[in-house]
């Protein structure tokens, strides 16, 4: 082989190098229609291409849908498990599936709610 190696580049010298990830990356968003994000925006972006308040509602479902299968999934495997301790088979596990999902409401509910402001003096 003839052709020499420049150091850990891989490129054999004489050769341009090819353009780096993020050069690729901002050609690629242009031509696909998309904001290029500056240099200064770097870190503060919520998503990728979102912008914040699309990046706020999506966390605010992700954790709407958390929440409420949290706290079914909790309630069901305590149910579920006293039924099999006591030998009560179908009531518990009822009865935990629907107080988990009432608590999954409730905390759905304080998520959402609007935040009550102290009096003003």
């Given at each position: 082989m003839s052709e020499e190696r420049d150091g850990n580049n891989r490129t054999p010298r004489g050769t341009q190098r090819a353009p780096s990830f993020e050069d690729r990356l901002s050609a690629a968003r242009r031509k696909q229609g998309l904001k290029v994000p500056r240099e200064e925006d770097a870190g503060q972006t919520p998503g990728i291409g979102l912008s914040p308040s699309q990046g706020n509602?999506?966390?605010?479902?992700l954790r709407v849908g958390v929440e409420l299968v949290s706290?079914?999934?909790v309630a069901v495997a305590i149910g579920w498990f006293l039924d099999r301790w006591l030998g009560t088979t179908p009531f518990l596990l009822m009865l935990?599936?629907?107080?988990g999902g009432a608590a999954?409401?409730?905390?759905v509910w304080r998520l959402v709610?609007?935040?009550k402001r102290p009096p003003e003096r």
């Open positions: 509602a999506l966390g605010m479902g706290a079914l999934a935990f599936f629907l107080l999954g409401v409730a905390n709610a609007p935040r």
